[in-house]
């Protein structure tokens, strides 16, 4: 007890000097603004009207581009409550049995915000769709900002933080998916759109529970992470193996619940453009991205929402995927059953356990098309077309991949150009698949022979 209430001795003078020291600001700029004769609060409202949006959640965000949010909330199979937020435009019916639905899933440490972050609307997909009377939804991971919430475990407690891409794949998007069905016709399908692990998460789902595949009409890949390279840094590729080798290693250095969960406190220490400039050194750092095809403008309004929490073991099981070289679940044991000395090569794991895959030849059976950059390290195509085309004919025909020259992972959503290399695509095709009067098959690209011909 003496220790809990020392804590919270500290914890208090801590937050009672963060407020003297916001008062101490307000009547600094009091002072400054009397001396120098300027209002320098109705100057700021002015100027700073557009780094609002900092701030601001999808549903202040939405509003601003003059459509509206509703939230719902899917309890998945094993306990976590999941926001589901859907989009429309004022004054519309709420349900359309039109057939057209899109289903939308962000990356790894990110949230619902990623797809309504564009500065300008044909770089919004969600808002291009809507004004086709699509019915759009946009998911949330479990221990992101809108879906920290379980049945029976609080947020404090490490269990709650026991996931990763395996829970996401097996509860999150089928669970979040079947809840969106129950809305409409059971003929009607589902196109889903993913970015990054927002891919990862459908590739996983499909291979665990096939029947998934009969829910949807189309899978749109943007920059789909399944087997990344080794990161661009030596000394983050070291970090990367060892945690791959050692399940403990991260956890010895950021606990075992969520991962970065200080971000938001650095953006308001820094401001939007010190922030700016760490984000932007950091991919160079970690990924060796430039990000020359993303203009500062929209580097302002995408950063400061682009980190969301998720869990350590999240982190870790990307680390064990990179270093295996292969598509698999989480790999619990570590060093675990194995004596100290047969542990210190990896041959003598290998031969004792192998990881659990996740079997993605034989159960994919559904329309795919994927767009990537080659600029960008956490995708490699090449491994992603073996294993989507590998003994699985039903897919041969099924592929389509379009590559974006110079593009990197970023590119897919907020580059200058998106639209004209990704958006506008994506939206031919899912026109197509509601319109009998325009093919299919159409100009984007064509499946020849099972071979992909690239635009």
Same mark, same amino acid.
């Given at each position: ?233 030596? %000394? ?107 542990? %210190? ?81 994506? %939206? ?28």
């Amino acid at each position: 007890m003496a220790g809990t209430e020392g804590t919270s001795l500290i914890v208090t003078f801590v937050n009672i000097c963060i407020l003297l020291l916001k008062i101490q600001s307000f009547f600094l700029s009091q002072l400054i603004s009397r001396f120098l004769g300027i209002d320098i609060t109705i100057k700021s409202s002015e100027t700073n009207l557009k780094d609002r949006s900092h701030n601001q959640d999808i549903l202040e965000l939405v509003k601003s581009k003059g459509y509206i949010v509703r939230e719902f909330v899917v309890t998945t199979k094993d306990g976590y409550l999941l926001v589901l937020h859907k989009i429309e435009r004022p004054g519309r019916s709420q349900y359309l049995h039109n057939g057209k639905i899109a289903y939308f899933h962000h990356g790894l440490l990110t949230n619902s915000e990623l797809f309504v972050l564009g500065t300008k609307k044909e770089k919004n997909l969600p808002f291009l769709l809507l004004d086709l009377d699509y019915e759009v939804w946009l998911g949330n991971n479990r221990g992101n900002k809108y879906s920290r919430k379980h049945l029976n475990l609080s947020v404090c407690d490490v269990k709650f933080w026991d996931f990763s891409l395996d829970e996401y794949a097996y509860y999150d998007i089928p669970d979040s998916l079947s809840f969106i069905r129950s809305f409409y016709r059971p003929e009607d399908k589902i196109t889903y759109i993913g970015f990054s692990q927002g891919c990862s998460q459908l590739f996983a789902s499909l291979s665990l529970k096939p029947e998934v595949n009969n829910y949807l009409n189309l899978f749109v890949g943007l920059s789909p992470a399944l087997i990344p390279k080794d990161l661009n840094h030596p %000394v983050f590729k070291i970090i990367s193996n060892q945690a791959a080798k050692d399940n403990a290693f991260l956890y010895s250095l950021f606990g075992r619940r969520a991962i970065m969960p200080s971000v938001s406190f650095w953006f308001e220490v820094l401001g939007v453009d010190m922030y700016k400039k760490v984000v932007d050194k950091s991919l160079v750092y970690l990924f060796g991205w430039s990000g020359k095809n993303i203009d500062d403008e929209q580097k302002s309004l995408g950063y400061p929402h682009m980190f969301s929490n998720s869990s350590v073991k999240s982190i870790t099981h990307w680390f064990q995927i990179i270093s295996s070289k292969r598509f698999q679940m989480f790999d619990e044991t570590g060093t675990l059953g194995l004596t100290r000395l047969s542990g %210190v090569f990896d041959a003598s794991k290998s031969k004792s356990h192998r990881v659990t895959p996740f079997p993605i030849a034989h159960h994919l059976n559904t329309r795919m098309l994927l767009f990537y950059g080659d600029q960008d390290i956490l995708v490699s195509i090449d491994r992603a077309q073996q294993l989507i085309l590998d003994h699985n004919e039903k897919m041969q025909n099924k592929l389509e991949v379009v590559l974006c020259k110079g593009y990197e992972h970023m590119d897919t959503l907020w580059g200058n150009n998106v639209y004209e290399d990704v958006f506008s695509k994506v %939206v031919n095709r899912m026109e197509s698949l509601h319109n009998k009067k325009v093919p299919f098959t159409d100009d984007l690209i064509t499946p020849i022979n099972g071979s992909l011909k690239k635009l």
